[in-house]
Nanobody
Framework: VQLQASGGGLVQPGGSLRLSCAASGSIFSIDTMGWYRQTPGKQRELVAHITSGGSTLYADFVKGRFIISRINAKNTVSLQMNSLKPEDTAVYYC???????????????WGQGTLVTVSS
């Protein structure tokens, strides 16, 4: 199973970016998919996640600004980031809890990370 993230880049404060992540490989189903971020010297932190049923959870620092969504049939998850702030600068990682069989416990896979830089 592989997760491929894309969509990072440089954006000015107040701007928007959309991150996308696609899972591929031997996938039976995916439970939760999410986005995390990490800055140098800090632990990776949850940004948002979404269950297969569409329930979402957001970190307080992105509530009202970021929107997570997914397309189950395509095994993709996206993160629409609006009103970006310099403190949102980080490497963003997607992850997915993947089941490779009907009775198999999910395994968490991670994407390679995509850099988001918010700067004027």
């Amino acid at each position: 199973v592989q997760l491929q993230a894309s969509g990072g880049g440089l954006v000015q404060p107040g701007g928007s970016l959309r991150l996308s992540c696609a899972a591929s490989g031997s996938i039976f189903s995916i439970d939760t998919m999410g986005w995390y971020r990490q800055t140098p010297g800090k632990q990776r932190e949850l940004v948002a996640h979404i269950t297969s049923g569409g329930s979402t959870l957001y970190a307080d620092f992105v509530k009202g600004r970021f929107i997570i969504s997914r397309i189950n049939a395509k095994n993709t998850v996206s993160l629409q980031m609006n009103s970006l702030k310099p403190e949102d600068t980080a490497v963003y990682y997607c992850n997915a809890d993947v089941r490779v069989g009907i009775s198999i416990r999910p395994i968490t896979y991670w994407g390679q990370g995509t850099l988001v830089t918010v700067s004027s």
